[in-house]
């Protein structure tokens, strides 16, 4: 990451430091780590998803469980949906006004592939030798690698996991209920629901009419109506 005018913000580091080195490796593959986590957790809901989708929609033809069943699948459709949504690959490059990679641009990780696969081979070495001239320039490529990769992670992975395990859960929570609600202890919850909303309705109408009975009390005209 560059301020303006190309000035490296880490040219006041000083160089040949171990800590600089061993927390910037640290950091590295933290980010590494995290995003072998992320993947291996979308394919582990993806590839329970997939299962009990199927099995949800191959047994709709039971009664007893047609409409838990057709919950669930609609909860693991969108955990598939979402999980599927974190792993697809993020290759986004900055781009100038005609639409070319903008080689200028702060956001510009000559250490990314979805960035320089954009250039000729030998711009690509062109600014890899810039990158390794000084330290400061190799801290300033690797601080920009973390950050693009906190980024993805942060804003695309583990935002649609959280999401496909919610989707998950939520559908499996919506399905219990429904199957709970279809039995005899669901009719007479709904039987309860039913009166208690019967109840408010009638404490509303009252409340209304005694509000009604005052206004008019307070006007003239109504009153000798």
Known sequence: IKMSGDKNIFNKVPENRTAVDNILRVNHGNQMRLNLMADAKANIMITVASV??????????????????LTFAFGCFFALLFAIFAIIPKTDYPKDVTGDIDRKSPLFNPLFFGHF???PIEEYKEDYAETLMTDDSVYDAMAGDIYGQGKVLALRKYKFLKWSYMSFLLGMISA??????????????LDGASNILDV?????NFTLDGMKYLLCQSSTVCRTL
């Open 52 to 69: 009990v989708f199927s099995i949800a929609i191959a047994n709709l033809d039971n009664e007893l469980v047609k409409w838990p069943l």
């Open 117 to 119: 696969a954009h250039l």
């Open 176 to 189: 219990i209920i429904v199957f709970v609600l279809q039995g005899p202890f669901g009719d007479v919850v």
């Open 200 to 204: 408010i309705i009638g404490e509303l």
